[in-house]
């Protein structure tokens, strides 16, 4: 007899990014950032470590908020600090959907959204993106407005199961992005709060902060590991009314957030000169790799994030064999299947040596070299 409860023995669990050894390949498959943090971050991981770690640290990381706020130009109570934003998804998802209630999310996006709701013992509905990666007008609607349109089909539901939208924007994998007039037309439309996952945000020139200051349902989740080159740290955030955040607090870990990575994020979220320079030599070599690919004959989607997605023209070409022909040249870039969408690969933007090696092999294999 098993101890644990039914939908955690059922559930396949969300699995992360290949990780290799440190030296054993050049990671082109987490999405992460290329170039060392600010050097701000690491005097303050040093002022921090030197004072000592005997004590607790701020319980809301209020150095943090006060830091953010200043920036996006809301007050310090609009902001939630998480052990990376996959902790604010998580406090989310806990803070709203409870068992049997439902979660919507498009598709193909982050996997691990699904994950969190049968964690929760709920429902997740996903909704396929159009051929252009917009989203149809029914995403918006009650859940038994569209029951033959869902690509999972779910019995038994009402319109007030919908408890929680969530929507990357850029997505993932295929690096696009919707208008903020799209996502203000659903937000308007939805009868729930919807969460702009906007991991991705500093990449693409536009985000949704003015949509949450508008619309009481809109939330942003954003985190540090992208832009800001501290994946390793692990810090995110969420930017809220007031009133949601504090329903949130209930829900999170008491120190959910260490000193360390406070004083870290605080000061390279301080250092704007510094991200704007990263993200614009990110931003030049994304384009010369969206470029290239599409001349050796592949599909990519305009990108506004940190990666391309990149699908064969010709079904001769195997995708999992050129991602295992890399790998074993050194590169290792994110194979991706997605039932009833088929496959990719999610290539990250490395810097510009490395972009150009992983071009350079890509080349090869098609050429013949296997």
């Known amino acids: 007899m098993s101890l644990v409860r039914p939908n955690i023995e059922a559930m396949a669990g969300y699995v992360p990014g290949e990780q290799p050894k440190e030296g054993e390949a050049v990671k082109l498959n987490t999405n992460e950032n290329p170039y060392r943090a600010s050097e701000k971050a690491y005097d303050a991981i040093r002022a921090v470590a030197d004072k000592g770690l005997s004590r607790y640290p701020n319980a809301a990381g209020q150095a943090f908020r006060e830091a953010a706020a200043a920036i996006y130009g809301v007050e310090p109570d609009w902001i939630m600090c998480g052990n990376g934003s996959d902790d604010i998804l998580t406090i989310l998802t806990r803070t709203f959907v409870g068992e049997n209630q439902l979660l919507r999310l498009p598709y193909p996006s982050y996997i691990l959204y699904k994950s969190l709701a049968e964690i929760q013992g709920a429902r997740s509905e996903e909704v396929r993106f159009n051929d252009d990666w917009t989203l149809p007008d029914y995403f918006a609607q009650a859940p038994t407005a569209f029951a033959s349109e869902r690509v999972n089909t779910l019995e038994n539901v009402s319109p007030e199961d919908l408890k929680l939208v969530y929507l990357p924007n850029p997505n993932s994998p295929s690096g696009t992005r919707l208008s903020n007039e799209q996502i203000r037309k659903i937000a308007d439309a939805l009868p729930c709060p919807i969460v702009i996952d906007e991991a991705y945000a500093d990449f693409s020139g536009t985000n949704c902060i003015e949509l949450a200051k ?129 496959d990719g690969l999610r290539i990250s933007v490395g810097t510009d040596e490395d972009t150009d090696k992983c071009l350079a092999l890509v080349e090869r294999y098609l050429n013949g070299d296997r």
């Open 214 to 342: 508008e619309n009481p349902r809109v939330i942003v989740s954003r985190t540090m590991s992208k832009s800001y080159a501290l994946a390793g740290l692990r810090f995110g955030f969420m930017i809220a009314r007031p009133d949601t955040i504090a329903e949130t607090f209930k829900v999170k870990d008491s120190y959910n957030c260490d000193a360390l990575s406070i004083a870290a994020a605080t000061a390279a979220i301080q250092d704007q000169e510094w991200l704007a320079a990263t993200t614009k030599k990110i931003v030049a070599t994304r384009e010369r790799l969206m470029t290239r690919m599409r001349e050796l004959g592949f599909i990519v989607p305009e990108s506004f994030s940190n990666f391309t997605w990149n699908v064969w023209r010709n079904n001769e070409l195997s995708h999992k064999e050129l991602y295992l022909y890399l790998k074993k040249n050194g590169y290792l870039v994110r194979y991706m299947n997605y039932e009833g969408y088929g």
